[in-house]
């Protein structure tokens, strides 16, 4: 299966359900993957609000 975005959180996962949230609300429209290691000593992962790490999308349609 392609790597789905999460609406809520932008993980990426390739399950029907997000790993993060739990959430079954995903999106295939999604651009830009980051990947967060260290949230805690992410900016990026700061300003997005993601405390877990993982792989992201930066734009969820
Ligand atoms: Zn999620």
Do not use: Q
């Not at 995903?26 to 997005?48: C, H, M, N, Q």
């Amino acid at each position: 299966m392609p790597l789905r975005a999460c609406l809520k959180c932008k993980h990426l996962t390739s399950s029907s359900v997000c790993d993060v949230c739990k959430s079954s609300n995903l999106s295939s429209d999604w651009s830009g993957l980051f990947i967060v290691i260290r949230p805690e000593s992410s900016e990026l992962a700061k300003t997005l609000g993601i405390t877990s790490p993982g792989r992201y999308a930066i734009k969820v349609r």
